[in-house]
Every structure is written in C-alpha cells, then in structure tokens.
C-alpha cells in the first residue's frame, strides 16, 4: 500500500510538475520581445525540463517520507 501510494504521488506530480514548468516557459517566451518562437523548445530547455520534473518529484517524495515517519513515530513517543 505505502508503494502504490509513493508511486501515484511521484507519478502524478511528475505530470504536473512537466505540464506546469512547460507551460510556463512557452508563456515566458510568448510574453517576451527576444522573437523566441515559444513552442519550439532547444534541446536545453527539455533538459532543464527533466531536471525540474525530476526535482520536483523527489522533493514530493522526501515530503511523503518524512510524512509516514513522522505520522508512526510520533505514536511511540
């Protein structure tokens, strides 16, 4: 149970966090005057967007860990 639960969170918040910080960076890019065409994206870019997700998602599940840990250690004391 506590694996399909870390696993739909890291899921679910690796699919935001990609949808998000896309969706930001063609904003940003639409919304500056550089002429950057918004929705072709560099090759940098799709790495720095791996990276966030990627950030994002163990961020989420180091927030789960200490979570459960906290939640069952606090009974003992």
Known sequence: ???????????????????????T???????????L???????EIWKHLGGVTLAWTV???IAFAIGSLARTAILPL
């Open 25 to 35: 960076i063609i904003i940003t890019h639409m919304a500056s005057s550089s002429g």
């Open 59 to 61: 961020t989420a599940l």
């Open 1 to 23: 149970l506590f694996l399909t639960k870390a696993l739909l969170l890291a899921v679910s918040v690796g699919i935001i966090g990609f949808i998000t910080m896309t969706g």
């Open 37 to 43: 065409d918004p929705w072709g994206l560099s090759p």
